[in-house]
């Protein structure tokens, strides 16, 4: 579980310190994850969307165009 913590947290990590772009291989990685397998801690993001996980964020940040999404809070958004 620890690990499967520590691998979100690098995605997510790589998301922001590399601006994704939709077509990159960055943004292929990220959307070929079954992000079923990842624990649950729910974001609210700034497009007003709640995302399961970080891994669900992280692709969310790539159909965005890169960081234009960005998290507001943890929880689900109101």
């Known amino acids: 579980m620890l690990l499967k913590v520590l691998i979100a ?4 990590l790589a998301v922001v310190a590399e601006p994704p772009v939709i077509g990159s291989e960055l943004c292929h990685s990220i959307e070929s994850k079954d992000c079923s397998v990842y624990e649950e801690e729910v974001v609210c993001g700034s497009d007003f969307k709640t ?3 970080s891994c669900e964020f992280a692709k969310g940040i790539c159909s965005h165009h890169g960081h234009s999404l960005h998290a507001v809070h943890f929880g689900p958004c109101q």
């Open 9 to 12: 947290l690098c995605l997510v």
């Open 51 to 53: 995302y399961r996980n």
